[in-house]
């Protein structure tokens, strides 16, 4: 039997529901850095990837559920990230070719799915931690040409190199 | 009369007691006082007034209230239930008496609100003949049965009129001041000419009262006695009218009083209206400007949407740069190789279904053969892997080709959202500036609803001044009638004939006087004219330009013919420079002065001289002008008392006429002035 990434609703609890309130507010994308919490999900383990940042759940108090309609939607391109995840993370010692099998095979045990799964999200959880410190907590600089905040802080993503 | 001595203590900047003795040598008649801006010469100037008027310059000054003739640092040392004094002394000379003012008052700051304010002001002036060497005091309070209160105002008022203050105490704007009435003018140079007691005289015999009534001549005609039935009607009559112009005489004076009552008021809410204008100007502004505002939010709300939604979807961006660590670490891997070439999961499942493989072997279930092909099939995807990686690479060049583009979408965007906050920002300063201006209080229909009512009000005065002033006229016609009549009737007795005998001689002394009244009228614009013409000449040195005094006793300055043949018989020059107000003024005064000394041993009038005390008066003139002014001076007055800026001060070469010199002196890091003596 094959398992299949992408098919069940994903929560973020703890500072990273936190983090993810700062920008994010259902239905008011005036106060949101992303249209939908699976905008968030999505872009996220992309730049935990990006900066090799990756962090661990934390259970303290709060919830935020991605819910599976609209992860289904976006079912294609995650799974692309996953596959790049798969292919390009260097913390579990894989060979190559252990890490071509990992990304395009897919799992063959309940124990490797889950494994996976918890690493996407391990940079997810990451992402959200860079993109809480790049839109949320940075200051606008006298190089920002842009005087609101979360414009500046936007455009200022796109050129970081570091991201 | 002559100043001869100013003390100040705690005066406005001066703290402590300042003395200034004031030159009266007669060749030497000049007292300059020299100082730089701000440092406290005009303070002096104030001083003169305050101590004579009790009365400051304010114009200077943006709010009155913030004026104190208590020095300053006195006033922020005073604490609670504190007393402090300002004075001001003067002593003057004039025929045979020496006078001493002071001016006190007293400042406290009191419970329960303890604001510095003044509490009390004490004026009092000793007088003393120089022959007899007695004093007498005066308080302006009066004396204790509270008779003689204001009697000092009176005494000041004799020797230095405040009406005459413009042409003696020149203090700060008054070089450039057009807002005199050109009537106390004309009075102020009647006072100083000494044409004023004829007038009075004038007055007092034939013109005093309505229609004369309470002058001489009338009230001897009054005293006039007849009899008969047809002398009683006429008087009767006459009576009559005269009651009748004095009711009209006092109709119109409560009338004027009323109109200029409703003139005052019509100012006033036009004035309020006027800034309404604005005001009302200002919320249109406002309003337009909330508009742009809630457009300028709009736009920017939209922006911002399409920001995030483009946003949200550039995780594609942030990707693309991964796709060359895959291609990487993909490009020396044979993805073919780890695939059987063309052997999928239906290839096993069909061998395991015919239970034969493609070499013939059986493949029974559960033996060695069918567990290789389960494990075979575990790792044999239902696609090849080479295409599954090339499918994958695909898709992520798609996100890397379209990368750029979403960062575009954003940036442009973002342009514009920060156009939009700029113009919401100006808007709104622009209305929280526009804001202030307006008082939204005023209710402008209410004070327009009172305009109107107060210019009918206005016109209503207007009309009965205009009827009564026709009633006077008709009415002094029939008394006139009356008048001519009564002589007729009235009794041809002794005491009639020595009145008779008055009346005579009380109109011809009118007509004298009347006469040489209008005589020196005419003969003082003359002269002064000439002396006018030819004063601005030296002082200025001006060819090109003349002044002139007008019969109303304003001054122009007309441009000379430059032929004979010129068209023009006057051409009045317009739009004059500061310097010009104040050369035109200058000469004005300066040539009062010269012709009140012409005029002092007149035999019909007595003209009178006074001191002048000037206050940076050359502060806006070239230094030929200034020289050329200065020489005039000490010539024209008796007293020259000049506060100037120590540039001026050579530029005046006044030196060999200077009396007494003093400098004010004001350290940096103190916040009052001194004087200190020169010589």
Avoid at chain 1, 21 to 38: A, T
Avoid at chain 2, 42 to 69: H, M, P
Avoid at chain 2, 131 to 151: E, M, R
Avoid at chain 2, 352 to 374: A, P, R, T
Wanted: charged share 30%; aromatic share 10%.
């Amino acid at each position: 039997m094959g398992f299949e990434y992408f098919r069940k609703e994903v929560q973020i609890t703890g500072k990273h529901s936190r983090y993810v309130d700062e920008m994010w507010e259902q239905n008011q994308i005036q106060n949101s850095y992303f249209k939908r919490l699976v905008d968030l999900y999505v872009f996220a383990p992309v730049i935990g990837l990006r900066t090799r940042r990756k962090s661990v759940a934390d259970n303290s108090d709060g919830k935020r559920t991605v819910p599976v309609t609209q992860i289904l939607e976006l079912e294609k391109d995650l799974e692309i990230i996953m596959q790049t995840i798969l292919l390009l993370d260097d913390t579990s010692n894989l060979s190559v070719d252990q890490k071509i099998d990992r990304a395009f095979r897919g799992p063959s045990t309940e124990a490797e799915f889950k494994e996976n799964v918890n690493l996407f999200h391990d940079y997810m959880r990451g992402g959200i931690e860079v993109l809480h410190d790049c839109l949320v907590d940075r200051e606008l600089t006298i190089d920002d040409k842009y005087t609101d905040r979360r414009i500046g802080n936007l455009v200022a993503l796109f050129d970081n190199p570091l991201v | 009369m002559k100043f001869t001595q100013l003390k100040m203590v705690n005066f406005m900047r001066y703290k402590g007691t300042n003395i200034l003795d004031f030159s009266c040598n007669p060749e030497k008649n000049v007292t300059v006082v020299l100082g730089e801006n701000t440092a406290g010469k005009t303070t002096i100037a104030q001083a003169f007034r305050w101590a004579l008027y009790g009365e400051l310059i304010t114009t200077q000054y943006n709010d009155t209230k913030d004026i104190s003739v208590l020095n300053n640092e006195l006033l922020g040392e005073m604490g609670p239930n504190d007393y402090r004094d300002v004075v001001v002394e003067i002593d003057m000379e004039h025929e045979e008496k020496k006078y001493h003012l002071l001016r006190k008052a007293t400042f406290s700051r009191k419970f329960p609100k303890y604001i510095a304010r003044q509490e009390y002001e004490k004026l009092a002036m000793s007088i003393k003949e120089k022959n007899v060497g007695s004093t007498t005091l005066h308080d302006n309070a009066g004396d204790i049965n509270g008779k003689n209160k204001g009697i000092v105002d009176e005494i000041i008022s004799e020797l230095l009129p405040k009406s005459l203050s413009r042409y003696f105490l020149f203090d700060g704007e008054r070089w450039s001041d057009e807002k005199n009435k050109k009537t106390d003018i004309k009075e102020s140079v009647y006072a100083i000419m000494g044409i004023s007691p004829i007038k009075l005289m004038k007055m007092h015999l034939n013109e005093l009262g309505t229609y004369g009534r309470n002058s001489v001549v009338k009230q001897l005609k009054g005293k006039l006695t007849g009899s008969g039935d047809e002398y009683q009607k006429i008087n009767e009559n006459l009576q009559y009218y005269l009651s009748k112009i004095e009711i009209s005489q006092n109709k119109i004076s409560e009338a004027t009083k009323n109109m200029d009552y409703f003139k005052e008021k019509i100012d006033e809410s036009e004035s309020i209206l006027n800034a309404n204008k604005t005001i009302e100007l200002d919320q249109q502004k406002v309003k337009a400007l909330a508009r742009d505002k809630d457009n300028n939010e709009k736009y920017m709300k939209s922006y911002y949407a399409d920001i995030i939604t483009s946003f949200s979807k550039s995780y594609t961006y942030f990707a693309a740069p991964l796709l060359e660590e895959v291609i990487n670490i993909l490009k020396n891997v044979d993805l073919y190789g780890k695939d059987i070439p063309n052997i999928t999961n239906s290839t096993i499942d069909y061998i395991i279904k015919n239970e034969q493989c493609i070499c013939g072997h059986k493949v029974v279930k559960d033996s060695y053969e069918y567990q290789v092909l389960m494990k075979l099939k575990q790792v044999i995807p239902p696609m090849a892997i080479g295409t599954l990686v090339g499918n994958y690479q695909k898709e992520l060049r798609g996100w890397y080709a379209k990368s750029n583009e979403i960062f575009q979408t954003v940036k442009e965007k973002a342009n514009l959202y920060q156009g939009e906050k700029f113009s919401f920002e100006d808007n709104e300063n622009e209305i929280e500036k526009t804001n202030k201006r307006i008082d939204g209080k005023i209710n402008f229909q209410q004070e327009r609803l009172k305009m109107e009512a107060n210019k009918k009000n206005k016109k209503s005065e207007e009309d009965k001044i205009r009827i009564e002033t026709n009633n006077i006229d008709d009415f002094k016609n029939k008394a006139k009638i009356y008048e001519d009549q009564i002589s007729k009737y009235q009794d041809k007795s002794i005491q009639n004939a020595r009145i008779e005998k008055k009346i005579v001689y009380a109109e011809k002394l009118y007509e004298t006087a009347s006469k040489i009244y209008k005589k020196s009228e005419l003969n003082i614009l003359n002269e002064l004219n000439d002396i006018i013409k030819k004063n601005f000449e030296i002082m200025f040195n001006e060819k090109d330009k003349y002044a002139k005094l007008e019969d109303d006793y304003e001054i122009k300055l007309y441009y000379n013919r430059v032929n004979n043949m010129d068209g023009y018989s006057q051409m009045e020059a317009y739009g004059l420079s500061e310097g010009e107000k104040i050369a035109k003024n200058f000469v004005f005064i300066v040539s009062i002065m010269e012709l009140a000394n012409i005029k002092k041993n007149d035999s019909e009038c007595v003209a009178q001289t006074l001191p002048l005390v000037l206050d940076g008066p050359f502060s806006k003139l070239s230094s030929v002008n200034i020289e050329l002014i200065a020489q005039v001076l000490p010539k024209t007055a008796d007293q020259v008392i000049i506060f100037m800026l120590d540039k001026d001060w050579e530029h005046s070469k006044l030196e060999k006429y200077t009396g007494a010199k003093f400098a004010v002196l004001k350290e940096k890091e103190q916040n009052f002035a001194h004087i200190e003596k020169i010589y």
